[in-house]
Nanobody
Framework: VQLQASGGGLVQAGGSLRLSCAAS????????LGWFRQAPGKEREFVAS????????YYADSVKGRVTCSRDNAKLTFYLQMNSLKPEDTAVYYC????????????WGQGTQVTVSS
């Protein structure tokens, strides 16, 4: 599976962005999908995930209530809708895919920069 993240950019605090992750090479139907981010000088951290069925989502406490993870298997794409953005959301955002039942993500996208100005 090859993943391509897009949709990042510069936005003012309080604004919104929708990140997309397009997959190629294999159908996404049996993969759990996730979003991670890495800010300068910090370790990569989990942001959100959605199960292969689409029925279960998880969010980091830092983004809960402001972020929605969704998927469109027919389009081989999954999304991260981010609202009420804060300067501390500034990071490179990565998408990832994990075959169902696995314990770690198998495939990673190249990342897209999100910068939130105050």
């Amino acid at each position: 599976v090859q993943l391509q993240a897009s949709g990042g950019g510069l936005v003012q605090a309080g604004g919104s962005l929708r990140l997309s992750c397009a997959a190629s090479g294999r159908a996404l139907g049996l993969y759990d999908l996730g979003w991670f981010r890495q800010a300068p000088g910090k370790e990569r951290e989990f942001v959100a995930s959605i199960s292969w069925t689409g029925g279960t989502t998880y969010y980091a406490d830092s983004v809960k209530g402001r972020v929605t993870c969704s998927r469109d298997n027919a389009k081989l794409t999954f999304y991260l809708q981010m609202n009420s953005l804060k300067p501390e959301d500034t990071a490179v955002y990565y998408c990832a895919a994990m075959f169902m039942g696995n314990s770690r993500y198998d495939y990673w996208g190249q990342g897209t920069q999100v910068t939130v100005s105050s």
